[in-house]
């Protein structure tokens, strides 16, 4: 395992002959460890993953008082991201962390392949109602209604109470993230997202279209809001077709996204 210069970014399995990186960011309470195993399926990349502050290689840090704080953690190792061609995925709260990191290293002539995103409202658009100003027990139905929830942590009042301050924290700056009116990438965006996700409305979804000056492309799998994980090989197997396409620099349809 090696990391960036901060540890704000992690390599579990270094692939120094891959052409480009893949750098995913994780959803609300994630860490780094959530994408330890895609190199796995991945294998003609270098997948990098991303932690906040307050876990993991991180973890002796106050949390984040907002996306751009977060942002800024990369942006302060930006000689990696003109390194190599690279990627960036993100899943839901990591969805906006990515997109916000694609507009910040465009304004310094550093553009990547392309964006992935998945199981989030477009950037540009404000949260409908912000969860993290309910109670706490409002707080804890609503994320089980909306499935932002894993099982594993569900069933563990022990995990409850070690991530619930972890996934607050990262859902308070998801509900007020936000970008500028008008601001685009010039990379393609990808989106995935579920059937069962409540997360988001289709209107929602689709307004990722504006949120590039390339090509906009969306794809929804079946499940509810961790259907990367309950569909993983299914969707790795989609997004290594995407990633094929971006790295040789062939926009043309996608014949199995």
């Not at 990349?45 to 751009?68: M, T």
């Not at 658009?125 to 499935?147: A, M, V, Y």
């Not at 979804?205 to 259907?227: D, I, M, P, Q, V």
Request: aromatic share 12%.
């Amino acid at each position: 395992m090696i990391f960036g210069k901060n540890k704000s970014l992690a390599c579990f399995s270094a692939n120094p002959a891959a052409e480009y990186r893949l750098i995913c960011f994780p959803c609300a309470g994630g860490g780094a460890s959530m994408y330890r195993r895609w190199s796995e399926f991945l294998p003609d990349a270098e997948v990098w993953s991303a932690n906040y502050p307050g876990r993991e290689s991180l973890h002796g840090q106050p949390f984040a008082k907002s996306a751009d704080e977060i942002v800024d953690l990369f942006i302060d190792q930006a000689d990696f991201f003109s390194a190599k061609p690279f990627v960036l995925y993100g899943h839901s709260f990591g969805s906006m962390i990515a997109f916000l990191l694609a507009l910040r290293l465009q304004k310094q002539g550093v553009y990547p392949l392309g964006l992935c995103a998945s199981a989030r409202r477009a950037p540009q658009l404000e949260s409908e109602f912000n969860i993290t100003d309910l109670s706490e027990e409002q707080f804890l139905k609503e994320l089980e209604r909306l499935g932002g929830l894993p099982e594993a942590i569900r069933a563990s009042q022990e995990m409850m109470d070690f991530y619930m301050p972890v996934i607050k924290a990262d859902l308070t700056l998801n509900d007020h993230a936000v970008s500028a009116p008008g601001q685009t990438i010039s990379a393609p965006i990808y989106l995935y997202s579920a059937t069962e996700d409540k997360v988001a409305t289709a209107d929602e979804l689709n307004a990722w279209k504006n949120a590039t000056t390339s090509r906009f492309e969306h794809k929804a799998f079946e499940g509810g809001h961790f259907f990367i994980q309950d569909s993983v090989n299914e969707f790795l197997a989609s997004l290594r077709t995407v990633l094929a396409t971006l790295t040789q620099g062939d926009d043309e349809e996608l014949i199995a996204f």
